[in-house]
């Protein structure tokens, strides 16, 4: 067995956004090849992703899919699973329905009130439809991303001013409809869960935002994943595992369980919680997060005694289990030893 890590660059990056995106992928495709898998490592920098493909072999090569979206290319999440799916490879993580369901916040909210799932009150406004908005401290989010683009403390709004503004600020920037949401501001928790059959729930992190006293900068900002040296990076602290009664954590494990269920997520998502006067709410859904060694997955997988290459191996694992010739010798391993 081979795995290929795939990665893309966007044209759009400015250089430390690409370097870290190399950093980091460099940093998972040695590990593999530390844990005794031959690997190799391919970077997409333009959308001819076949062009890559047909170097490799789907009957012996699985997939370790980095690759967001095709360069230059927006919302091409799921183009990206359909062309390796239609090349016959295995891939790690998940189907293009999840992703693709994941960058649209509407409809997530949709699906988790059919779930049951509590979320923050809100929907996607225009900045005139913002003139009816009543409900403050809002927070004004891209309504077709992750990664927390255009994120930051200023998107935390009081008035009706700064909300048309941040509204403009998402649709001018990206391109895209905004998402105005109540802000809950409460603690944060992000529950990472991998495996199949069943999912296992890694210990809950908490993003500890004691340092700051002011509401709209308890928030994890985009400067918060991306800018060393900002004030959000090096002052929100990642508890791991988040000091949370034995109670609360129980009734947060079911709502993570549950959405990971109704959503169909494979090998690995995170889920990301905040909680008010008891009640939690989930803010976000992100199948295929990231799972770079300093991330709140890492840590959380570190905690249960999986160092950075034991993780990405297993993760590897998962997906091996549906690559139809080598998933046949590990079932056969397996009754073997039982």
Same mark, same amino acid.
């Given at each position: 067995?081979?795995?290929?890590?795939?990665?893309?660059?966007?044209?759009?990056?400015?250089?430390?956004?690409?370097?870290?995106?190399?950093?980091?992928?460099?940093?998972?495709? #040695?590990?593999?090849?530390?844990?005794?898998?031959?690997?190799?490592?391919?970077?997409?920098?333009?959308?001819?992703?076949?062009?890559?493909?047909?170097?490799?072999?789907?009957?012996?090569?699985?997939?370790?899919?980095?690759?967001?979206?095709?360069?230059?290319?927006?919302?091409?999440?799921?183009?990206?699973?359909?062309?390796?799916?239609?090349?016959?490879?295995?891939?790690?993580?998940?189907?293009?329905?999840? /992703?693709?369901?994941?960058?649209?916040?509407?409809?997530?909210?949709?699906?988790?009130?059919?779930?049951?799932?509590?979320?923050?009150?809100?929907?996607?406004?225009?900045?005139?439809?913002?003139?009816?908005?009543?409900?403050?401290?809002?927070?004004?989010?891209?309504?077709?991303?992750?990664?927390?683009?255009?994120?930051? #403390?200023?998107?935390? /709004?009081?008035?009706?001013?700064?909300?048309?503004?941040?509204?403009?600020?998402?649709?001018?920037?990206?391109?895209?409809?905004?998402?105005?949401?109540?802000?809950?501001?409460?603690?944060?928790?992000?529950?990472? /869960?991998?495996?199949?059959?069943?999912? #296992?729930?890694?210990?809950?992190?908490?993003?500890?935002?004691?340092?700051?006293?002011?509401?709209?900068?308890?928030?994890?900002?985009?400067?918060?994943?991306?800018?060393?040296?900002?004030?959000?990076?090096?002052?929100?602290?990642?508890?791991?595992?988040?000091?949370?009664?034995?109670?609360?954590?129980?009734?947060?494990?079911?709502?993570?369980?549950?959405?990971?269920?109704?959503?169909?997520?494979?090998?690995?998502?995170?889920?990301?919680?905040?909680?008010?006067?008891?009640?939690?709410?989930?803010?976000?859904?992100?199948?295929?997060?990231?799972?770079?060694?300093?991330?709140?997955?890492?840590?959380?997988?570190?905690?249960?005694?999986?160092?950075?290459?034991?993780?990405?191996?297993?993760?590897?694992?998962?997906?091996?289990?549906?690559?139809?010739?080598?998933?046949?010798?590990?079932?056969?391993?397996?009754?073997?030893?039982?």
């Amino acid at each position: 067995m081979k795995v290929l890590v795939l990665y893309n660059i966007d044209p759009g990056w400015d250089s430390f956004e690409i370097d870290d995106a190399r950093s980091s992928c460099k940093v998972l495709f #040695e590990s593999l090849n530390d844990e005794g898998i031959e690997t190799y490592l391919e970077e997409l920098n333009d959308p001819d992703l076949e062009k890559i493909l047909e170097k490799y072999s789907p009957k012996d090569t699985i997939i370790f899919n980095l690759c967001e979206t095709l360069p230059g290319i927006p919302y091409s999440e799921r183009r990206v699973l359909e062309i390796i799916e239609n090349n016959g490879f295995t891939y790690t993580g998940n189907v293009p329905e999840v /992703v693709e369901l994941s960058y649209d916040k509407k409809r997530v909210k949709e699906v988790l009130g059919l779930l049951g799932i509590r979320v923050p009150y809100g929907g996607v406004l225009t900045a005139e439809e913002a003139a009816d908005w009543t409900l403050f401290p809002a927070i004004v989010k891209p309504s077709r991303e992750h990664s927390s683009l255009t994120i930051s #403390e200023k998107s935390v /709004v009081f008035d009706t001013v700064s909300l048309q503004e941040q509204i403009l600020l998402v649709n001018n920037e990206l391109k895209q409809p905004a998402m105005v949401e109540d802000f809950i501001d409460g603690r944060e928790f992000h529950v990472s /869960v991998w495996n199949n059959e069943p999912p #296992e729930i890694l210990p809950t992190a908490e993003m500890d935002f004691s340092a700051f006293s002011e509401v709209r900068k308890r928030l994890c900002t985009y400067d918060s994943k991306f800018i060393p040296g900002s004030e959000h990076y090096e002052k929100i602290e990642t508890l791991i595992p988040a000091p949370l009664d034995e109670k609360l954590l129980k009734k947060l494990e079911e709502k993570v369980l549950k959405t990971w269920k109704g959503f169909g997520c494979f090998d690995y998502a995170r889920f990301d919680f905040r909680l008010r006067d008891n009640k939690f709410y989930l803010l976000d859904v992100n199948p295929n997060n990231d799972i770079s060694v300093d991330t709140s997955f890492a840590l959380a997988a570190e905690m249960t005694s999986y160092s950075y290459g034991q993780m990405v191996k297993r993760i590897v694992m998962m997906a091996a289990e549906r690559l139809p010739e080598f998933g046949e010798k590990l079932m056969t391993t397996q009754q073997q030893l039982d």
